[in-house]
């Protein structure tokens, strides 16, 4: 075993929201202090963290300071402009690495990381104007989805395009910015896999959660999904392999759509994930402290799961149903301190233990 790095060192995050709370709160129990960047002000893991940045991500200095002040840095979102990760990995080590970010900051160069693993992907096209839009169409049917290939979250830059005749309204709505075509998966349900992969190589899944979106957010994963058995060891092959081809260190997440054809891969992302926060209350070392342990140095968790949960995303007015939440049994609450409440924001969520 590599030797962990020592109690009392400091985690520099950048990204300072919900995910990067959680992260801090589960380092401070292995004995590590955060260091949090943010250009937001009092960002949700300001309050747990033992020191915050509030600064541009194109303050070279601010940058510098914090790279300096912390012995490992990670990140709770892959948005991170390529200049300010270019100043900080030479200033100390980045885990996940950058080809994972590189990868899954571009729906398209994604995409093509995926085949190239002999994975199932959506049909797909690069759509750089109008006429490839067109052309593109053509070849892989309707329906389909345009999307931004960069700064795409929770279903935002993205069109559904039912009929050929929608095709001028969705290059209306999202031109301007690189696209992709993607075709329908005529999905039966989605499922994820929360993965880890330790300094020395090792793997680690968590068994796959199954996930509901409505308007292109997600609100409950359940676990265990509906897969069959053989189903379940693909599910967590397809992110070992995942994992191992991108020399991963840390929680990732990978997001499978389920169709009588097999698995096929949506999306993956290089952090913790919120279709993972039922380990929290399912597992005995949850995404968070798997994360810390892997970038640190520790032994992995091995991601077994002791009680079967049902997570449901607190957003927006949800929180309204605290009173009730709050006197439900068997139900873990977690909130993220957001004092502004707005529609479509994550403000919480609760872990819904299942009797076994
Ligand atoms: P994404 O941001 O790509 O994860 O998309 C958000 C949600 O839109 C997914 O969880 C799916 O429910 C749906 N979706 C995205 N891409 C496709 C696709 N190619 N086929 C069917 N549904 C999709």
Redesign the pocket.
């Known amino acids: 075993m590599t030797k962990p790095l020592p109690s009392g060192s400091t985690i520099g995050i950048i990204g300072g929201g919900q995910l990067g709370r959680m992260l801090s709160v589960a380092a401070a129990r292995l004995g590590y202090r955060c260091h949090v960047f943010d250009p937001g002000a009092l960002p949700p893991a300001g309050d747990t963290a033992h020191a915050v940045t509030t600064a541009a991500y194109d303050d070279q200095t601010a940058l510098r300071r914090f790279a300096e002040s912390v012995d490992v840095i990670t990140y709770e979102f892959e948005n991170i402009p390529t200049e300010a990760l270019d100043l900080l990995q030479d200033l100390r080590p980045i885990h996940p690495g950058r080809e994972a970010l590189r990868i899954s900051q571009d729906r398209l160069t994604e995409k093509a990381f995926l085949r190239g693993l002999s994975l199932k992907v ?1 049909p797909y096209a690069d759509i750089p104007d109008a006429t490839a839009l067109d052309a593109a169409l053509a070849e892989i049917g309707t329906p389909a ?1 345009l ?1 931004t290939r960069r700064f ?2 929770d ?1 935002k830059g ?1 069109a559904r395009i039912q009929s050929p005749a929608d095709s001028a309204a969705a290059w209306a709505d999202l031109h301007g910015t690189a696209l992709i075509l ?4 005529d ?1 039966s349900h ?1 499922v994820s896999v929360i993965a880890a992969r330790g300094l020395d190589g090792s793997v680690a899944c968590f068994d796959p959660g199954e996930n509901v ?1 409505r308007d ?1 957010i997600l609100r409950t994963t359940t676990v265990p999904a509906r897969l069959s058995p053989a189903q379940r060891s693909d599910a967590i092959l397809i992110a070992a392999q995942i994992l191992n081809a991108l020399d991963y260190v840390g929680v990732l997440g990978v ?1 499978l ?1 389920v169709t009588p054809q097999g698995l096929v891969v ?2 993956i992302a290089p952090r913790v994930h919120n279709s993972g926060h039922w380990t929290q209350n399912g597992c005995a070392v949850d995404q968070f402290e798997q994360h810390i342990r892997a970038i640190t140095g520790w032994p992995l968790g091995d991601g077994a799961r002791h009680s079967d949960v049902r997570m449901e995303n607190l957003i927006g007015d949800d929180l309204d149903r605290l009173p009730e939440l709050a006197g439900a049994r068997h139900a873990a609450l977690h909130l993220y301190g957001k004092t502004e409440v707005k529609p479509g924001r994550k403000m919480g969520h609760v872990n819904h233990v299942l009797p076994g």
């Open positions: 959506a989805i999307k795409g979250y279903g993205q993607e075709g329908f998966i999905f989605e979106h292109g997001e759509f949506n999306e």
